[in-house]
């Protein structure tokens, strides 16, 4: 996936600055995707220019001119011809692997408190999906009925968190046990 594609499904739903962007990438998008703002306002900047976007100026007061985004046709039509493409699966790129991997050149302890602190962080993530899974089923069916192809994937976020601590009481047990 490209972040280009992420930014042009967010401006289908709804126009908005790269600040607004950043931040709606942040919350729907960023448990599966990251993205910095720099790449955000690079590639607003390269779909512009291509015709995809075009950007109208908004004032505001006291601060400088905000640019809000909007889907051209062209852009729509990138979009649509992206999203019927196949998809290929994602390779994943993971020091922590490679470090355990490497474990026999490690001390134990120092795997211990690295699996540690990562666990820590895979539990705050999955305690935030949990409660934005939370706030999903609380809304009435016809909303649900709007996001639910956005739930599928707030779902397997929640499932790769959870894999992923299951993984992590193998290593606890396997490190507990040599």
Known sequence: MSLKHAILVLLETEPGSGYDLLKRFREHMGYFWNASHQQIYQQL?????AGWLEASTEPQQGKPDRKVYELTPQGHEA???WLAETSKPE???D???VRL???HLRDTEN???EMAHHRTLYEQNRAALLSIEQHYLALPKAEQQRYRFPYLTLRRGILSVEAWLDWADEVD?????P
């Open 91 to 93: 390779k994943i790129n």
């Open 173 to 177: 047990a396997f490190l507990n046990h």
């Open 101 to 103: 991997y490497g474990g």
């Open 111 to 113: 795997i211990r408190a």
């Open 45 to 49: 900047k390269w779909m512009h220019e």
């Open 95 to 97: 020091s922590l692997l």
């Open 79 to 81: 979009l649509l011809a």
